[in-house]
């Protein structure tokens, strides 16, 4: 059974930093593509970032710069490491999945952690 | 930006009911959309990719069709467990974009 368990968010001070985790479990991790997606209070879905088994990153252009995915494969854990955070970011950040054909990544979402919390306020 | 957008907003409907959702796009996204459905306080779970392929467990009450621009979720008789938000997802262009969903209220 795939598992994603995402840890890390909290309350924060605006243009502070946070590092989030998503241990992964279940699957062989180093051959899926990883995403955050995140939703703010009653809104609705956004996609994050991604990040393919080979490395490569993909950002939405609102965190560009200030955001940072990484994988660890030797833990099976993603992050993203937040810098420069605003009120804008806050929201449960979600980890997922990439679904993929065969062998080969797709942008869709597939397994989804239970979200973490961050809260960014003065 | 590939906007998507779903309507209507809300539906009011009863278990048993047949039920059509619609998403459409700002620009053609061949048959690179998904559906998910949330439910309150849990995680989306994907139930259509590329148009029309359910994920894996999901009944075949939940059917998806379209192409280009316009797309539809349908299903086919409510159950009670259906009730919930669901959002349409296109992966044809960065940024990957959701719709701002559908809310599935029961009658």
């Known amino acids: 059974e795939v598992q994603l368990l995402e840890s890390g968010g909290g309350l924060i001070h605006p243009w502070e930093s946070l590092r989030l985790s998503c241990a992964a479990s279940?699957?062989?991790?180093?051959?899926?593509?990883m995403s955050w997606v995140r939703q703010a209070p009653t809104k609705g879905l956004e996609w994050v970032s991604t990040?393919?088994?080979?490395?490569?990153?993909y950002y939405t252009d609102s965190v560009k710069g200030r955001f940072t995915i990484s994988r660890d494969n030797s833990k099976s854990t993603l992050y993203l490491q937040m810098d420069s955070l605003t009120a804008d970011d806050t929201a449960v950040y979600y980890c997922?999945?990439?679904?993929?054909?065969?062998?080969?990544?797709?942008?869709?979402?597939?397994?989804w952690g239970q979200g973490t919390l961050v809260t960014v306020s003065s | 930006e590939i906007g998507l957008t779903q309507s209507p907003a809300t539906l009011s409907l009863s278990p048993g009911e047949r039920v059509t959702l619609s998403c459409r796009a700002s620009?053609?996204?061949?048959?690179?959309l998904a559906w998910y459905q949330q439910k309150p306080g849990q995680a989306p779970r994907l139930l259509i990719h590329?148009?029309?392929n359910r994920a894996t467990g999901i009944p075949v009450r939940f059917s998806g069709s379209g192409s280009g621009t316009d797309f539809t979720l349908t299903i086919s008789s409510l159950a009670p467990e259906d009730f919930a938000v669901y959002y349409c997802?296109?992966?044809?262009?960065?940024?990957?974009?959701f719709g701002q969903g559908t809310k599935l209220e029961i009658k």
């Open positions: 590329n148009v029309s």
């Open positions: 620009q053609s996204v061949s048959s690179s």
């Open positions: 997802q296109q992966r044809s262009a960065w940024p990957y974009t």
């Open positions: 990040i393919t088994s080979g490395g490569t990153s």
């Open positions: 997922a999945n990439n679904f993929q054909y065969g062998s080969s990544w797709s942008g869709y979402f597939d397994s």
């Open positions: 279940g699957f062989t991790f180093s051959t899926y593509a």
